[in-house]
C-alpha cells in the first residue's frame, strides 16, 4: 500500500532558508522604521474569544473567520434545536491585528500611557478562497497609535509607508479617502441607512467595475436617483485641490438631490488638514485623494489609506485607517486611534517579481571550513570560535570526507570562502582562506584576526 505524500492547507505555505532570509528582510525594514517613529512591539494570542471577533468585520468579514472548536468532545452536550456553532465553538483564530490590539488596550489600560504607539508583526487568518496574492494564512505588519485624534498621527502613516517602501526600493502610490466623506454620500443620495451597503459596494469597484457595483447598490434598495449622484462622485477626475473643490459643492448641496451633508464637509475639512500636512513634510511618493476608496470594515471613522504597487500588479499591499469606536466595543469609549497594516506576504510577491531583494540575502555564510581529518578539525575549532566571535557566520563541515563533496556544499549554498589546512597549516600554525569567485588563495597566521577579517571583508 503506497503511503499518501503529506500536504498543508490549500491557502498555507512552507518557507525554506531562502523564503525566510527574504521574509525577515522586509521585516527588520518596516521594524527599523517603525522604531524610528517611537513605535514599541507587542504581540497577542493567535486565538481569540469569538465574542472579541464577532461583529468587528462586518457580515462579510464574520463569514471569513476561522472558527475553533472547544476542546475535548465539543458536540458532547449539543442541543441541535439551537443555533450549532455558538454552542461548539468559543475561539477564533485572529482574523487581523487591529481587533486583538483594541482588546489589548482595554484590557491593560492601566498598564500602558496614552498616546499609546505599537507594533505588531504577526500571522492572522481568514477562511478566503486562495488566489495568487491572498492566502488563508498571512503574516500582517500593524502600525497604530491609539489615544489621540490629532492628525499627525495620520501624517506619521503616510511617512513610515514612504520610508518602507523608499528602502525595500519599490515605486508606490498611496490612496486616501475619509469615511466621514463614504456617509456624505449616503446622505446626499437620500439613503442615509444604507452607508455600509454603499461602502461594502464601492470597496469591490476595482474587481468587479462601476456597473456591477451600482447592480449590488440596487439590491440593497438604493434609488435610481442616489446611484447617479454615487456615480457622479466616483467619476470625478483631478488634482486634489479640484476634487475637494467639486465635493464641498455637492455636500453643500449641489448634487441632484439638493441635500446637504454636514458630515460630509466635516471629512473634506480633515482630508484638506491631512493633505496639507503631508506637502509640508515632503513625502516622496505621490498621494492621492481616491473618492472610490472604501475600505469595507465597520471600525473606521476617519481617514482611510491604500497603498497599490506601481509597478506590479497585485492590489493592495498596505492598508488602514482611523477608528474612534473600537475600543469602546470592549468597555473603553472616546479613545481614538489610527493604524496601517503592511501586507509582508503581498510586499514579498513584489519584490520577488520585481526582483529586488539584495543578492547578499542568498549568502547564509561567510567561511566554510573544509575538513580532512579528525586533527585538522581539532586545529581549526578555535579559529571558528575567534571569528564567530568576531560577528562572521562559520561553518565547520561536519564530516571528514572528500573535497568535491565540501566544495559542492559551498557551492550550493553560495559560501564565498573555504579554508581548507593539513598538516603544513597546523605545523606553521597558519590558515588558508580562498576566495570561491576570484580564486585568490592566501594564508595568515592563526592568531591574525584583524588580517584575516580584512580578506574576507566582513
Known amino acids: 500500500m503506497a503511503i499518501q505524500k503529506p500536504s498543508i492547507p490549500k491557502g498555507t505555505r512552507d518557507f525554506g532558508q531562502k523564503e525566510m532570509a527574504r521574509r525577515n528582510y522586509i521585516f527588520d525594514t518596516i521594524r527599523s522604521v517603525f522604531r ?13 474569544n469569538l465574542s472579541t471577533l464577532l461583529g468587528k468585520y462586518g457580515e462579510e468579514g464574520d463569514k471569513l473567520l476561522f472558527r475553533i472548536l472547544n476542546s475535548g468532545d465539543a458536540f458532547a452536550d449539543v442541543d441541535f434545536d439551537k443555533p450549532l456553532t455558538s454552542q461548539v465553538c468559543e475561539k477564533g483564530l485572529r482574523y487581523d491585528l487591529t481587533v486583538p490590539f483594541a482588546r489589548y488596550v482595554v484590557q491593560h489600560q492601566n498598564d500602558i500611557s496614552f498616546p499609546f504607539k505599537r507594533f505588531q508583526i504577526q500571522p492572522v487568518w481568514r477562511a478566503d478562497r ?9 503574516y500582517q505588519c500593524d502600525v497604530d497609535v491609539i489615544g489621540s485624534r490629532s492628525q499627525v498621527n495620520e501624517l506619521e502613516l503616510v511617512q513610515m509607508v514612504d520610508a518602507v517602501f523608499g528602502k525595500l526600493g519599490v515605486r508606490v502610490g ?16 437620500g439613503a442615509p441607512d444604507k452607508v455600509v451597503d454603499i461602502t461594502v459596494a464601492i470597496d469591490k469597484l476595482d474587481k468587479i467595475g462601476l456597473e456591477k457595483v451600482e447592480e449590488e447598490m440596487a439590491d440593497k434598495g438604493i434609488e435610481a436617483a442616489g446611484i447617479a449622484v454615487i456615480r457622479q462622485i466616483l467619476s470625478l477626475e483631478g488634482s486634489f485641490a479640484e476634487k475637494l473643490a467639486a465635493m464641498k459643492g455637492l455636500f453643500q448641496g449641489g448634487s441632484a438631490s439638493g441635500i446637504v451633508s454636514e458630515t460630509g464637509l466635516k471629512g473634506l475639512e480633515e482630508l ?9 513634510a515632503g513625502v516622496s511618493a505621490p498621494v492621492e485623494m481616491d473618492l472610490s476608496l472604501a475600505r469595507g470594515l465597520n471600525y473606521y471613522t476617519g481617514a482611510i489609506f491604500e497603498v497599490k504597487a506601481l509597478d506590479w500588479e497585485i492590489g493592495s499591499i498596505c492598508g488602514g485607517g482611523r477608528y474612534d469606536n473600537l475600543t469602546g466595543i470592549f468597555g473603553l469609549p472616546d479613545l481614538s486611534g489610527v493604524g496601517i497594516s503592511f501586507g509582508a506576504d503581498r510586499i514579498y510577491d513584489v519584490l520577488t517579481g520585481l526582483d529586488l531583494f539584495p ?6 555564510t561567510t567561511l566554510l571550513f573544509a575538513v580532512m581529518g579528525a586533527d585538522e578539525l581539532r586545529y581549526v575549532l578555535p579559529i571558528a570560535k575567534s ?14 570526507t572528500k573535497l568535491k563533496k565540501q566544495f559542492d556544499y559551498a557551492d550550493r549554498k553560495a559560501i564565498p570562502f573555504i579554508s581548507i589546512n593539513g598538516s603544513s597549516e597546523m605545523e606553521a600554525g597558519t590558515v588558508n582562506i580562498k576566495n570561491l569567485a576570484s580564486g585568490t588563495q592566501q594564508a595568515f597566521p592563526a592568531t591574525d584576526l584583524a588580517a584575516i577579517l580584512a580578506f574576507l571583508s566582513f
Do not use: C, W
Not at 524610528?36 to 481569540?48: K, L, R, S
Not at 543578492?359 to 547564509?364: D, H, R
Not at 571569528?387 to 571528514?400: I, Q
Open 359 to 364: 543578492a547578499s540575502l542568498e549568502q547564509s
Open 387 to 400: 571569528l564567530r566571535d568576531a560577528g562572521v557566520s562559520v561553518e565547520v563541515y561536519p564530516e571528514a
Open 130 to 138: 486562495p488566489q495568487k496574492g491572498r492566502y488563508r494564512e498571512f
Open 174 to 189: 498611496i490612496h486616501i479617502n475619509n469615511r466621514k466623506v463614504l456617509t456624505g454620500f449616503a446622505e446626499i443620495a
Open 272 to 280: 484638506e488638514e491631512l493633505f496639507g500636512l503631508i506637502a509640508a
Open 36 to 48: 524610528t517613529y517611537g513605535y514599541q512591539q507587542i504581540e497577542t494570542p493567535a486565538m481569540e
